[in-house]
């Protein structure tokens, strides 16, 4: 079954306590894309990634680091997660000649205290 | 500032209802328009999506979407709602003119259907 697949789906965090939020896709997509859904804010991009090794800063970059070593693996990180990062994140993927079309993947609600 | 609008924040509606929900733009050029469905508890769907052409899009489950290019609006309706459809509705386009597939999302409407 094609989908994205995001682990832990619920995590509850301490501030400065460095977390990883893993996100894989299994249809070969080539990019790759993190969202943080906020009430009345709608989903803003954090870090996008255009293919292996290429990444680029979304809208709301500050905290937050990705890399992208494999094609099906974009994970988040955070090195010191404060309490205005928690949110519920997205990650999502698309081919490159379709990129408006994205591929979400379930959600990972953060909470730090 | 350049942006995507959903002034309907909240809409409770009844079974068998018409449903139009508001979207805006503030760009422009040249734009692809998308509107993206969150079921309770679940990650996003795509509903229906506009490149070119007709102006009048149909996606999935009835809802339907109107391009009209001198408002700068995306709408998007469905003739008669029911409770399955109880969900959040995101609104969003990409900026052709700019060379950028990036997704710019409304901060989107919570639709509740009462039976």
């Known amino acids: 079954e094609a989908q994205v697949t995001q682990n832990p789906r619920y995590l509850i965090t301490v501030t400065g306590k460095k977390l990883t939020v893993t996100c894989s896709q299994n249809?070969?997509?080539?990019?790759m894309s993190w969202y943080r859904q906020d009430p009345g804010l709608g989903l803003r991009q954090i870090y996008y990634?255009?293919?292996?090794?290429?990444?680029d800063k979304g809208d709301v970059p500050e905290g937050y680091k990705v890399s992208r070593k494999e094609k099906r693996n974009f994970p988040l990180i955070l090195e010191s997660p404060s309490p205005n990062q928690t949110s519920l994140y997205f990650c999502a993927s698309s081919f490159a000649g379709d990129q408006e079309t994205q591929y979400f993947g379930p959600g990972t609600r953060l909470l730090v205290l | 500032a350049q942006s995507v609008s959903q002034h309907n924040h909240h809409v409770i509606l009844s079974e068998a209802a018409s449903l139009e929900l508001g979207c805006n733009y503030s760009y422009g050029g040249t734009v692809n328009l998308f509107w993206y469905v969150q079921y309770p508890g679940q990650h996003l769907q795509l509903l229906l999506k506009y490149f070119s052409g007709d102006p009048l899009v149909k996606g999935i489950k009835g809802f339907e979407a109107e391009f009209i290019k001198s408002k700068f609006s995306f709408n998007l309706r469905k003739p008669s709602v029911q409770w399955s459809d109880t969900a959040e509705y995101f609104c969003?386009?990409?900026?052709?003119?700019?060379?950028?597939?990036?997704?710019?999302f409304g901060t989107g409407t919570r639709l509740q259907v009462f039976p």
């Open positions: 249809m070969n997509h080539e990019y």
């Open positions: 990634s255009m293919n292996v090794e290429v990444t």
């Open positions: 969003a386009v990409t900026l052709v003119s700019y060379n950028t597939d990036k997704l710019i």
